[in-house]
């Protein structure tokens, strides 16, 4: 297979242990990687930044064998080594720890695992295996349990679990904690830390500079599919790694909203709702009133109601009483969407692919699904297209939203793009009430900065805004007053001058104060929403 | 009603079950690899002409049969390169080859239309197969019927207590995910097809070398379609394809003898009996067995293109 140099050479052999020189990669007329070089030593924790469609995930794929570079050669301790498939890269050491797991729903924990482990192994002995293995690191697993039944630090755990049952030389770790609570990504953070101390090489992929300053000596940025720089991170900013990343200073997010003194536009008047779903939560006796020209902040960890509050106040699931939900003093409890929608609201979910926007149709088609209601887009039950269009192409006008041809399908776009997308088709409505679930949730710093102004721009212009969002510093910058919902629950919201992230971490975590969640439920949307909670700076 | 009399009608049962086990069997596999293949009734019927055809000529059971899973398997290797080579679409191609296969035999089993052979040789174990009351039922039966129980608990065995068939499995749960980790998955479904197809060409041959020993032109008679409903509510285990089948074939009989009787009932009922009691069974028994995750191969229909 892979003409790999067989067994690792000394611990101070001066080679690199992986490099990767060179290295291009092409799907058709679009270069994903450019020239890549990359060297990865034995005993560190290497970082590799970039933004969303920087190209890190391809060259990631490149060194586990998935994807073959068109150019550019891929070394072991100075060897020339072809990756051809996975297997071949695990056998050179290379383990792999993937962002949106690898795993089979419908299997078990210890089935996962064995899809990778040798032929000869029995399932006795590979469950001893496991449990030696978790009790080593800290990482529990029930070999038994079938992993849809499990939440997303437990399946990362899986991943880990199996990549080291292969003592491998070499862990790639794509944005490992964009779905963990904060309590998952401290117990990841120690287990980093060991497998270094153990002399293994990681490459820790990421967008999240607070972690790699505080765990990573060495950083290769990459910006549209080049390397543009390497550097230590610890003595570097958070910022000016953030220039390197995006090619130029982030634009700060300015001016606040106008001080609340309009009327009060939305309402929830002790808004109760039973679970909808086995792994859902309940809502209880939430209460609470924002005004026109507000933005309120609704933390949390993931699990905790935000999916179900969302489908409260959107109509998704309606209300069991028609006043628990007010806009602008109408009860709307019973209404639908496109009722409330009538009334001057806007929602923008979660999810952008599925739920947001259908990915197959185009974006001039993924207009009329949200407008159609506040919109002249159809006359006699037909579509106007050239008035979606025409729509379509000013959201794409007004928020910059990059994607192939004039309208593409909204499931070509990147992310970042079609959040974009999906926030300017609701803001471009001009409503009076604007609900948004996540709103740069695994979106670039530039896109999520343009976002985050688009919000704070509409709020200036009299619209009650209420963000729901696990990013404590995107609420903190852009929210006037912040409120926590934990297990269903939703604290007093408080004024953001007279709240710290401390505080506010600590209602996350509930009452006790400890980070919740270490095996919290399952995030009833599927898409497990990122938890972060901000390093304090 | 006598012990014998009982027995006779196990022994028509099972054989009236039989080919459903075969071809469900099949059909099981090539799902639980994540493929949906509507062409078992066009294989199964390719089987039995083509196993009708190739018997008489070679005068052979064993080369008919073998013939039989060798057409379905045929059949199979184009649905298999359309679907899982080129991505095409599962349900378009599945209704295009049964519609092909329907035609096809017709076309091979054309000059043996009114032919007859001996049944296939049934088994006799001297003692065994005389004892009153069972021995027929155990000891008497042709080849298909044991081949066919023999498969439910291979397959069974090899789905959960092998690494290829925990592979088969993963490839149908997720294949993104399987593919992530280098697993082979368009090579596990191509063969999860072909298997199909083969146990698809057996049943069909069943019919025509045992069950009624000539060959009519669509003599399978939907039991393709039967044996693709038989999997579904057999949630994709073995052991409830067995029991659908063997429900299906004792309502089969169970109507015959009352049409017989004329007890009444419009005879067009009667024969829907069968139908309705597998299908109200099944369904029975899949209720509340869900407690989440997915009971169907979570891929199942979905095609897979891999970059490289």
Not at chain 1, 393 to 398: F, G, H, L, N, S
Not at chain 2, 21 to 44: K, T
Request: with cysteine; glycine share 14%; hydrophobic share 50%.
């Amino acid at each position: 297979m892979a003409g790999g140099t067989g067994s690792a050479g000394p611990a101070n052999d001066p080679r690199p242990l992986f490099g990767a020189y060179g290295i291009v990669k092409r799907f058709g007329t679009f270069t994903a990687n450019d020239h890549i070089d990359l060297e990865i030593h034995t005993g560190e924790i290497h970082a590799l930044l970039g933004e969303n469609g920087a190209g890190k995930s391809t060259l990631m794929k490149i060194l586990y064998g998935l994807l073959e570079p068109t150019e550019g050669v891929v070394t072991h301790r100075g060897a020339a080594v072809r990756l051809r498939n996975p297997e071949a890269a695990r056998r050179l050491g290379i383990g792999m720890v993937f962002q949106h797991f690898s795993l089979c729903e419908n299997l078990t924990v210890a089935e996962n695992i064995a899809l990778v482990m040798e032929r000869s192994l029995r399932r006795a002995a590979l469950a001893e295996r496991i449990a030696a293995l978790g009790e080593t690191y800290g990482l529990k697993l029930e070999p038994d349990r079938p992993v849809w039944s499990l939440s997303a630090g437990e399946r990362q755990r899986i991943e880990i679990v199996r990549c080291l049952l292969q003592d491998p030389k070499l862990v790639i770790l794509d944005e490992p904690t964009s779905v963990l609570t904060p309590g998952e990504a401290e117990l990841l953070f120690t287990v980093l830390e060991r497998l270094r101390g153990e002399g293994r090489a990681l490459l820790y992929i990421s967008h999240r500079l607070d972690e790699v300053r505080r765990l990573c000596a060495r950083a290769t940025i990459l910006r549209g599919g080049r390397v543009v720089g390497t550097c230590d991170p610890r003595s570097e900013t958070a910022a000016s790694l953030a220039a390197l990343m995006v090619g130029a200073q982030v634009r700060e997010v300015a001016a606040r909203p106008a001080a609340p003194g309009g009327d009060e536009r939305l309402r929830l008047e002790r808004l109760s709702l039973p679970a909808p779903g086995l792994h859902a939560t309940a809502l209880r006796d939430i209460s609470l009133g924002i005004r026109g020209g507000e933005i309120l902040g609704i933390a949390g960890v993931a699990g905790n109601g935000q999916a179900e509050l969302f489908a409260a106040l959107s109509g998704e699931i309606p209300a069991p009483e028609a006043g628990a939900v007010r806009i602008d003093g109408t009860s709307v409890g019973h209404l639908g969407i496109n009722a409330r929608r009538r009334l001057g609201a806007a929602f923008v979910p979660e999810e952008r692919n599925g739920h947001a926007a259908a990915p197959g149709l185009s974006l001039s088609e993924n207009v009329v699904l949200t407008r159609r209601a506040t919109a002249p887009l159809s006359r006699f039950g037909l579509v106007r297209r050239a008035a979606a269009q025409a729509l379509a192409a000013r959201v794409i006008d007004a928020f910059d939203v990059r994607g192939a041809g004039p309208d593409p399908a909204a499931g070509t776009l990147s992310g970042g793009n079609l959040q974009k997308f999906v926030v300017g088709r609701e803001i471009q409505a001009e409503p009076g009430i604007l609900v948004v679930d996540q709103p740069t949730w695994g979106v670039d710093a530039a896109a999520a900065a343009r976002i985050r102004q688009a919000l704070i721009d509409l709020a200036a212009r009299g619209c009650a805004v209420l963000v729901i969002s696990q990013d404590l510093d995107e609420l903190f910058e852009i929210a006037g007053s912040i409120a926590v919902l934990h297990a269903g629950h939703l604290s007093a919201a408080a004024p953001r001058a007279e709240t710290t992230r401390e505080a506010v971490g600590l209602l996350m975590g509930g009452s006790s104060g400890l980070p919740s969640g270490q095996d919290g439920p399952v995030d009833p949307t599927g898409a497990i929403a990122r938890a972060e909670i901000a390093h304090a700076p | 009603m006598s012990l014998d009399m009982i027995q006779m009608v196990l022994v028509t049962v099972l054989t009236a079950a039989t080919p459903l086990i075969i071809a469900a069997l099949g059909e099981l596999v090539v799902e639980r690899a994540g493929v949906l293949n509507l062409g078992v009734e066009g294989m199964m019927v390719c089987g039995a002409a083509l196993g009708f055809a190739a018997a008489v000529e070679t005068n052979s059971t064993l080369l008919g049969a073998l013939a039989g899973a060798g057409a379905g398997m045929g059949l199979a290797a184009v649905f298999g390169l359309l679907t899982v080579g080129l991505a095409a679409n599962q349900v378009a191609s599945g209704l295009a080859l049964t519609i092909l296969g329907l035609g096809l035999s017709g076309l091979v089993g054309a000059g043996y239309v009114g032919q007859k052979r001996e049944p296939a040789p049934h088994l006799y174990v001297p003692g065994l197969s005389d004892l009153p009351g069972i021995g027929r039922l155990f000891f008497g039966q042709d080849a298909f019927v044991y081949a066919g129980l023999g498969l439910a608990a291979g397959i069974a065995w090899f789905l959960w207590r092998t690494r290829a068939g925990l592979i088969l499995r993963a490839v149908g749960d997720d294949h993104a995910a399987t593919h992530a980790l280098g697993l082979p998955v368009r090579g596990v479904r191509f063969f999860a097809v072909l298997f199909g197809g083969a146990c698809a060409g057996l049943a069909g041959s069943y019919l025509s070398l045992a069950y009624t020993p000539f060959w009519a032109p669509a003599m399978t008679a939907g039991r393709g379609w039967i044996a693709l409903a038989l999997v579904v509510f057999a949630s994709w285990r073995p052991g409830r394809v067995v029991a659908g089948a063997t429900l299906f074939g004792g309502a089969t009989v169970l109507q015959l003898h009352a049409q017989a009787a004329s007890i009444g009932l419009p005879g067009q009922l009667l024969s829907a009996l069968p139908y309705v009691a597998t299908i109200l069974a099944l369904v029975l028994l899949s209720l509340g067995r869900r407690r989440g995750g997915s009971l169907a191969p979570a891929a199942l229909g979905r095609d897979f293109t891999p970059h490289r």
